[in-house]
C-alpha cells in the first residue's frame, strides 16, 4: 500500500502541476494516507501529502518576481 500511496502523490503531484483546479485532490491525500498506510507511517503520509501544494506554492513564487518586460 505504500507503493500506491506514493503514486497517488506523485499522480497528484503532476495534475497540480498542470492545472490549479486539480488542488481539489490534495485534502483527498490527508484522507488516504489514513487508509492506505498502517499505523505510524499515516502521519508520515500526512506530511507528505503537503507536497502538492508546495510545489505550487514554489511555482507561483518563482513566477511572482520576474522583472522581464
Keep these: ?3 500506491y ?3 497517488l ?3 497528484t503531484s ?3 502541476l498542470r492545472g490549479e ?3 481539489l485532490f490534495v485534502p483527498m491525500c490527508y484522507v ?3 487508509v492506505a498506510l498502517p499505523g505510524w507511517p499515516a502521519y ?3 506530511v507528505a501529502a503537503n507536497i502538492p501544494w508546495l510545489m505550487v506554492l514554489g511555482r507561483t513564487r518563482a ?3 520576474s522583472t522581464s518586460p
Design 14 to 16: 503532476v495534475l497540480v
Design 5 to 7: 500511496f506514493v503514486g
Design 32 to 34: 488516504l494516507a489514513f
Design 63 to 65: 513566477g511572482c518576481c
Design 9 to 11: 502523490l506523485a499522480f
Design 21 to 23: 483546479a486539480f488542488q
Design 1 to 3: 500500500m505504500v507503493g
Design 44 to 46: 508520515a503520509g500526512v
